[in-house]
């Protein structure tokens, strides 16, 4: 009998959706079918939102799940940055400084990781998925005609939450998954030099 436990679990299924959905965005794009383009990546976005809640509601938080979960992160954002060129390149010549801090803010925590640990890093903070839900929401305010300041203020909140997970590489001997934010690592640290 197996005792490994399944990766078809309804957390990475979830997750999955997200790999699966990067093509069809990308052909959705470059075909200029910008409102499907929208409602497809709203439930992409939909998926990232459901997949975390499924894994802690269901006890299925794993490391495969979280290391899954950031390389559909990072597919799915730089999907998102190529299929926008595409759809407004306007748009996003505008707004390239704050578009490059985006892409900028999925790449070089991954990269830090890389360097330090020679494996992706998946710490999921609460900084990371503020940073998210402000990109995403202020992404559909800015090709939908709204003010380009929020997805600004978005940008700055992505690269802001990139710091702290580049901190956060710098100060762990090994790395983890699912951390809540730089503090949590500090106060433990300080708690463990603590001990005789």
């Known amino acids: 009998m197996n005792s490994t436990p399944s990766k078809l679990t309804l957390p990475n299924l979830l997750t999955g959706f997200r790999f699966v959905a990067a093509p069809i965005l990308l052909w959705l794009a470059w075909n200029g079918h910008g409102i499907a383009f929208m409602v497809l ?16 509601l269901t006890g299925q938080v794993t490391q495969f799940g979280a290391t899954l979960d950031s390389w559909a992160d990072v597919i799915t954002y730089l999907t998102i940055a190529l299929c926008c060129w595409w759809l407004w390149p306007e748009v996003v010549t505008r707004e390239l400084l704050y578009v490059g801090l985006i892409v900028a803010s999925c790449l070089l925590p ?7 640990f020679g494996r992706f890093t998946s710490y999921h903070t609460w900084g990371v998925k503020i940073a998210a839900a402000s990109m995403g929401l202020t992404l ?11 997805f600004r203020i978005a940008a700055i909140i992505c690269i802001l ?26 106060k433990r640290s300080a708690r463990n030099n603590r001990k005789p």
């Open 140 to 150: 559909y305010v800015l090709f939908l005609d709204g003010p380009p300041w929020p």
């Open 41 to 56: 990546l709203a439930i992409t976005f939909l998926s990232d939102l459901l997949d975390g809640m499924a894994a802690r």
């Open 110 to 116: 991954a990269l830090a990781g890389i360097l330090k």
């Open 161 to 186: 939450a990139a710091i702290e997970e580049i901190v956060i590489t710098l100060l762990l001997p090994e790395p983890e998954s699912n951390l809540r934010s730089v503090w949590d690592v500090l």
